[in-house]
T-cell receptor
Framework: AQSVTQPDIHITVSEGASLELRCNYS??????LFWYVQSPGQGLQLLLK??????LVQGIKGFEAEFKRSQSSFNLRKPSVHWSDAAEYFC?????????????FGTGTQLKVEL | NAGVTQTPKFQVLKTGQSMTLQCAQD?????MSWYRQDPGMGLRLIHY???????DQGEVPNGYNVSRSTTEDFPLRLLSAAPSQTSVYFC???????????FGPGTRLTVT
């Protein structure tokens, strides 16, 4: 069965510092890959996605992610964090053969931003 | 477009009570799904539907029923609520040919 690992439960960064959130997946083939963000008490917002092609994908709010097939990773990055980025971030994958419908989520990384 | 809507936003139930969480989308999406979110566990798929009249189980289906009589609506039924069903429930829909799911705002359910 496919699985997603987000090894960092909590991360604290200073405003203006760079950010990298890790995501590794376990699956026999390259799945569809997603990053979602959830602000407190809110639903999930899609930050970016990877289906094929260029392995560096750009998303909203200045985020980017790089797919590395050899490492089965899809890490999320941002060069300069803003206080409003404090939220919980979820990596998710979907099986290509199933039309990319059923998402498997990681357990999430809670980001705290220090002013 | 309202996107994906869910009602109610909050609900408190007593053990053994039943209720239905409502989900609707106005994007004519064929695929809809229900997830539950629990602390430290991310989101887990409960049930999903690939179109009107077609539903299937996800990862954690026990204690929940679904039906899909129209493209727009996908209600989730708890027949006999248990404290283990205390969670935040999200409905999502996905358009045919895309791989991007749109999530509703969630329903926070507490079972005492």
């Amino acid at each position: 069965a496919q699985s997603v690992t987000q090894p960092d439960i909590h991360i604290t960064v200073s405003e203006g510092a760079s950010l990298e959130l890790r995501c590794n997946y376990s699956y026999g083939a390259t799945p569809y890959l997603f990053w979602y963000v959830q602000s407190p008490g809110q639903g999930l917002q899609l930050l970016l996605k990877y289906f094929s092609g260029d392995t560096l994908v750009q998303g909203i709010k200045g985020f980017e992610a790089e797919f590395k097939r050899s490492q089965s990773s899809f890490n999320l990055r941002k060069p300069s964090v803003h206080w409003s980025d404090a939220a919980e971030y979820f990596c998710a994958v979907a099986f290509r053969g199933g039309g990319g419908n059923k998402l498997t989520f990681g357990t999430g990384t809670q980001l705290k931003v220090e002013l | 477009n309202a996107g994906v809507t869910q009602t109610p936003k909050f609900q408190v139930l007593k053990t053994g009570q039943s209720m239905t969480l409502q989900c609707a989308q106005d994007m004519n999406h064929e695929y809809m799904s229900w997830y539950r979110q629990d602390p430290g566990m991310g989101l887990r798929l409960i049930h999903y539907s690939v179109g009107a009249g077609i539903t299937d189980q996800g990862e954690v289906p026990n204690g929940y029923n679904v039906s899909r009589s129209t493209t727009e609506d996908f209600p989730l039924r708890l027949l006999s609520a248990a404290p283990s069903q205390t969670s935040v429930y999200f409905c999502a829909s996905l358009g045919t040919g895309t791989h991007e799911q749109y999530f509703g705002p969630g329903t926070r359910l507490t079972v005492t």
